[in-house]
């Protein structure tokens, strides 16, 4: 692990928000569903949304969304995976300190494309265990056909930054006279009632660990 | 508007989930909350998470998350603005096949700060009512002040494409043995009960707008 933060990563604006610690990144990179994967082709960056996990000291992330990635990527070039989250909207009291509340970070490097076939056996069960903690009981490692159809890349964690805003407004009430009710709206990503997919799952009761996953539950301290 | 998709906007993998229909675009663009933006500063891509408003063909971020991004891209460099929300997670019956739904829309072009007043004022307003709609009636528009300390910036929307997955399991029950329950796990970014700042925000109403903050209710159809 190089010395956080670099030049590159160190949080410039509002500096108050950074955090370098292992932990708080650890743990915004175990519960975002998503990152956004930036890289660079003809001096045009690109942005593309898709899933990745955390096995320790390493993100892994699924390459099959975009082959253009796949292809600028395994060139080894420089890479940007920056994952968030938004907790809340921020009413306060002037337009311009309307905000949301959100917990990010941002990991650079050099992505590499995974070949081997028992790493990329573990790297697609930590996608899956990210998405739903205890699927991988129920359907299993991943197959030699899931592997030559699939392309995963991983991202060593050895560059990288949090960012977190929490608390409510920013400008006090001292500030502003009149009667503008100030505060946050808190925000979740929450599940509703699982949806079968076909008449037979409907036979089937729904898994216990669908039942239980929840963002907060899919945080629970990892290594 | 140029015609779409360009060769850089057309979606490669999985074309059957790509659109560059208007109306789809701008749905996406309205409804989720925030955005992804990538530059590039000495061939090191960044992705920066902030929020987003859109006005008619034109994007208006913030810029003052980073004024690393509001250098890069105040000398002209191509940038990517990337949106996405998660609509729920896919329990297929293989490994592999896990997957989210989502609807993801990708912006490029060449952003500008926003330098004219009365342009920027009404930057700020779209991105104010973009968090909260209603909300401007009640706070006012940008000051001076407002103005001075903060930036903004600009994308014409005219290379953009969004892409969608939705439904189930892309993996039938066919293909499969045994008794694994398959089907989607919805996921929607939820308000719960809005927190006032300050005592004296407890004496005031919490206001009708904010009751009605659902992201449907903020996808109503705009110009």
């Known amino acids: 692990m190089a010395s956080w933060p670099t030049e590159r990563t160190r949080v410039r604006r509002k500096s108050d928000r950074g955090s370098y610690d ?35 000291e390493r993100l892994y992330f699924h ?31 002037s337009a311009r300190k309307h905000s949301l509340n959100y917990r990010s970070v941002m990991v650079l490097g050099v992505a590499t494309e995974v070949i081997d076939p028992e790493q990329k056996i573990g790297a697609l069960r930590c996608i899956v265990e990210h998405m739903v903690p205890g699927r991988t009981a129920d359907v299993g490692e991943a197959s030699e056909h899931d592997l030559a159809s699939t392309a995963v890349l991983t991202l060593p964690i050895d560059e990288a930054s949090a960012k977190v805003r929490e608390g409510g407004p920013s400008d006090s009430a001292d500030e502003h006279t009149g009667h503008i009710w100030a505060g946050q709206l808190p925000l979740a990503l929450t599940p509703s009632a699982p949806i079968a997919d076909a008449p037979a799952d409907k036979e089937i009761a729904v898994p216990g660990y669908l039942k239980q996953w929840r963002t907060g539950l899919r945080s629970q301290p990892r290594d």
């Open 63 to 93: 390459g099959s969304l975009a082959n253009r990635m796949l292809n600028a990527l395994a060139k080894g070039a420089p890479c940007c995976v920056t994952v968030t989250q938004v907790d809340g909207v921020i009413l306060a009291r």
């Open 22 to 56: 292992r932990g708080t990144i650890n743990r915004i990179l175990d519960e975002v569903l998503t990152c956004h994967v930036g890289f660079v082709t003809d001096g045009q960056p690109y942005v593309v949304p898709t899933v990745h996990a955390r096995d320790r």
